[in-house]
């Protein structure tokens, strides 16, 4: 296994001010994936977006992961409404031109 595309968790906890404890809690209600290579815990860089969404919901908002669940839940579920309306404008385009 690589770490080229990890990122080490404590050097997240140093640049974002935050105790390990959070991306622990994250990662037991499934919203993160915490990965070990040779007793190190990574991150995948691909979530570092979300990652940040989160801390910032959670220091501005004062919300708690149960609250960030949640925000991310109802995000996802946005994403795929988006991807299916616009699925069902590609069809009737389809039909509109016949």
Known sequence: M???????IEK????????????DALNNIGLIE??????????????IGDIEKMIRLHHELNLNMEGIDIVFNLLQKEKELRLEINTLKNKLRLYEDD
């Open 2 to 8: 690589t770490t080229q595309n990890l990122i080490l």
């Open 12 to 23: 997240l906890c140093l640049h974002y001010k935050i105790e390990f404890s959070f991306f």
């Open 34 to 47: 915490i990965k070990t290579y040779e007793e190190n815990k990574y991150l995948s860089k691909n979530e």
